[in-house]
């Protein structure tokens, strides 16, 4: 199975399909240990770069128009990560904005960095069973 298959690929399920802007804005560093030079590391070691003796980040990062060298795709339209399975912890704990119903403010920072417009909460299904309070039923006069 290809490590992306694991992904959603529709974007009303996971809207990073369609975004990319975390990957291009924040840097993405992480203990040196999670790179697969290391025993249990995953991230590859190729696309990183030394931060200090204790960390790394990946190539593409540090300069000032930062892009993570795992990112394939154009932001805002269609991106994919090319080693979604083997990120590093720093990407696994990045939700998008309203992931199980919690909002991330660094989320919406990247995505209008990106002239992207900030995601929004889910709306709350409406139960057909139950009346809309703004809508007020006919009474006729009883005269």
Not at 49 to 62: A, C, T
Not at 103 to 127: F, I
């Amino acid at each position: 199975m290809d490590a992306l298959e694991s992904i959603p690929s529709d974007p009303t399920q996971n809207p990073c399909m369609s975004c990319g802007a975390c990957c291009a804005f924040y840097r993405c560093s992480f203990y040196w240990a999670e790179a697969d030079c290391a025993p249990g590391g995953t991230v590859p070691f190729a696309l990183t770069e030394k931060m200090n003796d204790f960390r790394l980040s990946m190539q593409g990062m540090s300069g000032s128009s930062p892009r993570c060298a795992a990112l394939l795709g154009d932001i805002g339209t269609s991106v994919r990560c090319s080693i979604y399975d083997l990120r590093s912890s720093v990407c696994r704990d990045f939700p998008y904005s309203w992931d199980g119903g919690v909002h991330n403010p660094r989320c919406d920072k990247a995505r209008l960095a990106w002239q992207l417009p900030v995601l929004e909460p889910p709306s709350v299904p409406k139960n057909p069973e139950t009346p809309d309070p703004t809508i007020r039923p006919f009474l006729p006069n009883a005269a």
